[in-house]
């Protein structure tokens, strides 16, 4: 009897240790998950920093606000990036003389 209780309590503590190490994997995958998330968001929003930089910098246009990589900062309804020829902020006061 004394021989089964010990194999008793070995095999509950390696339970409680597979217990431990699977919990400890969980976490380790919640977190890498998370991790990635605010990857994403640091990007997005770095990108967006990068956007209203430009935007400060840049004199107003007709067409929306010419960005450095050649497309505007203005967004359609649908929420998709128009595509804009690259305009210079001198030559876009030319190309559309004042009315009137």
């Given amino acids: 009897m004394g021989k089964k209780d010990k194999t008793e309590k070995k095999a509950a503590k390696m339970e ?10 969980t976490q380790y995958q919640a977190l890498t998950a998370l991790s990635t998330v605010v990857e994403q968001k640091r990007r997005v929003l770095r990108d967006r920093i990068q956007v209203a930089e430009a935007r400060m ?3 107003a246009t007709p067409g929306g606000v010419v960005l450095s990589e050649g497309r505007t900062g203005r967004v359609s309804p649908n ?8 305009v210079t902020g001198a ?7 004042p009315r009137g």
Avoid: Y
């Fill in 91 to 97: 030559q876009s006061g030319q190309d559309n003389p």
């Fill in 16 to 25: 409680k240790r597979r217990a431990k190490a699977r919990q400890l994997h």
């Fill in 79 to 86: 929420g998709k990036r128009q595509r804009v020829q690259f």
């Fill in 57 to 59: 910098r840049v004199p």
